[in-house]
Each structure stands twice: as structure tokens, then as C-alpha cells.
Nanobody, 121 residues
Framework: QVQLVESGGGLVEPGGSLRLSCVAS????????MGWFRQAPGKQRELVAK???????NYADSVKGRFTISRDNAKKTVYLEMNTLKPEDTAVYYC???????????????WGQGTQVTVSS
């Protein structure tokens, strides 16, 4: 069983910063692309940023220059450094990863439970 657990969300004022973390656990053979999505009330879930297992990155236009995604393969962890936060960044942020478990050796896509980020004064 593979689990993704996010942490680091919270309430921050506009212009502030937060760092999200997501740790993968379970019987893992290999983790491929990891990413962060977000979903605001009444809106569809959208990609924020993703990072491949060779550290190639992609960002949504709305966060380019403000957010940075990184990963630590030894710790099975992906991070999202969020700076210059805006009220429109308010959403539940979900971790996502393509993982090959040792139990099945089949690559599947997994989601975390989400962490709330609220940007408000």
C-alpha cells in the first residue's frame, strides 16, 4: 500500500510564504513524476507544479516565478516552496505521484489527502 501525506498548509497573509511537504510511504520500488495540484471552492482541480524523477519541472503560468517545486528522492519527499502568496492561491493543495509499488510492480497514480492553504489578511 502506498500513501502520500502532505503537511505545511495553513493561514498566511498576502505576500507571505509557506512550504508544503509530501512524504511517500509504503512498499515502494520507484517514484516517478511527483506533483502538486490545488482545488479552490467551486473550481476544478488544477496542476500547480510537477517534477520528474530526473528533476525536470513544469509550472502553471499563475505560479511561475513565485513557487518552486523540488524533491528529495532519498526521503521520498516532494516540496512546494510558495512565495509572494496571493488570495487567489487559497485552495486545498494535493500531492500526486506516479509510483511503482514492490507488491505489484505496476506504476499507478496516487493522491494525498490534501492540505488547506488560506491566504488572507
Amino acid at each position: 500500500q502506498v500513501q502520500l501525506v502532505e503537511s505545511g498548509g495553513g493561514l498566511v497573509e498576502p505576500g507571505g510564504s509557506l512550504r508544503l511537504s509530501c512524504v511517500a510511504s509504503g512498499s515502494i520500488f520507484q517514484i516517478y513524476t511527483m506533483g502538486w495540484f490545488r482545488q479552490a471552492p467551486g473550481k476544478q482541480r488544477e496542476l500547480v507544479a510537477k517534477i520528474s524523477h530526473y528533476d525536470g519541472t513544469n509550472y502553471a503560468d499563475s505560479v511561475k516565478g513565485r513557487f518552486t517545486i523540488s524533491r528529495d528522492n532519498a526521503k521520498k519527499t516532494v516540496y512546494l516552496e510558495m512565495n509572494t502568496l496571493k488570495p487567489e492561491d487559497t485552495a486545498v493543495y494535493y500531492c500526486n505521484a506516479d509510483v511503482r509499488p514492490t507488491t505489484t510492480m505496476r506504476t499507478d497514480n496516487y493522491w494525498g489527502q490534501g492540505t488547506q492553504v488560506t491566504v488572507s489578511s
